[in-house]
T-cell receptor, first 116, second 115 residues
Framework: AQSVTQPDIHITVSEGASLELRCNYS??????LFWYVQSPGQGLQLLLK??????LVQGIKGFEAEFKRSQSSFNLRKPSVHWSDAAEYFC??????????????FGKGTHLIIQP | DAGVIQSPRHEVTEMGQEVTLRCKPI?????LFWYRQTMMRGLELLIY????????DSGMPEDRFSAKMPNASFSTLKIQPSEPRDSAVYFC?????????????FGSGTRLTVV
């Protein structure tokens, strides 16, 4: 079974500074990887996804993530954060059985705090 | 596109009562997922449907939980009887069948409090 670890429960970053959120996964085959963002009281919004090909993927809101197979990682980055980026961020790994799509397994999340 | 619609947004009920949560997926999305979110356990997949058929309900915590999808535009998650430990935010998500791995669309969730 697949699993996801987000080692940082909270991260505090100054507005305008760069950001990196860590994600490590465990899966026996080629993973399908996702980052979602959740604002307070809201559902989850997809930021970006990786299936195959270029290991650096671009997403919405200026975010990007890099897949590193050798490290089983899929870290999320942003060069300059804005106060509106304060939210909960979830990494997820998915599987596809061929007989039908399977559900995603989510990490516990990283709470991002932006300092003025 | 109205997105995934969940109702109610908030539900407060007494222990032992029956609770029904509702979800309307995006039109044309034939995969539907129910998740539960708690501080302790994070996001847990409870059950998912493809073309109205339950595919995997291994995440349903107990027999007190049941889910149905009578048609392509409606699903329910029922808890009977409810217990305080069921308090959580319950999310519904949908995706076109076979394209789930392109990402789900989540509803805004139902915050359930059982007292």
């Amino acid at each position: 079974a697949q699993s996801v670890t987000q080692p940082d429960i909270h991260i505090t970053v100054s507005e305008g500074a760069s950001l990196e959120l860590r994600c490590n996964y465990s899966y026996g085959a080629t993973p399908y990887l996702f980052w979602y963002v959740q604002s307070p009281g809201q559902g989850l919004q997809l930021l970006l996804k990786y299936f195959s090909g270029d290991t650096l993927v671009q997403g919405i809101k200026g975010f990007e993530a890099e897949f590193k197979r050798s490290q089983s990682s899929f870290n999320l980055r942003k060069p300059s954060v804005h106060w509106s980026d304060a939210a909960e961020y979830f990494c997820a790994v998915g599987a596809y059985s061929g007989g039908g799509a399977d559900g995603l397994t989510f990490g516990k999340g990283t709470h991002l705090i932006i300092q003025p | 596109d109205a997105g995934v619609i969940q109702s109610p947004r908030h539900e407060v009920t007494e222990m032992g009562q029956e609770v029904t949560l509702r979800c309307k997926p995006i039109s044309g999305h034939n995969s539907l997922f129910w998740y539960r979110q708690t501080m302790m356990r994070g996001l847990e997949l409870l059950i998912y449907f493809n073309n109205n058929v339950p595919i995997d309900d291994s995440g349903m915590p107990e027999d007190r939980f049941s889910a149905k999808m009578p048609n392509a535009s409606f699903s329910t998650l029922k808890i009977q009887p409810s217990e305080p430990r069921d308090s959580a935010v319950y999310f519904c998500a949908s995706s076109p069948v076979g394209r789930t791995l392109y990402g789900y669309t989540f509803g805004s969730g139902t915050r359930l409090t059982v007292v």
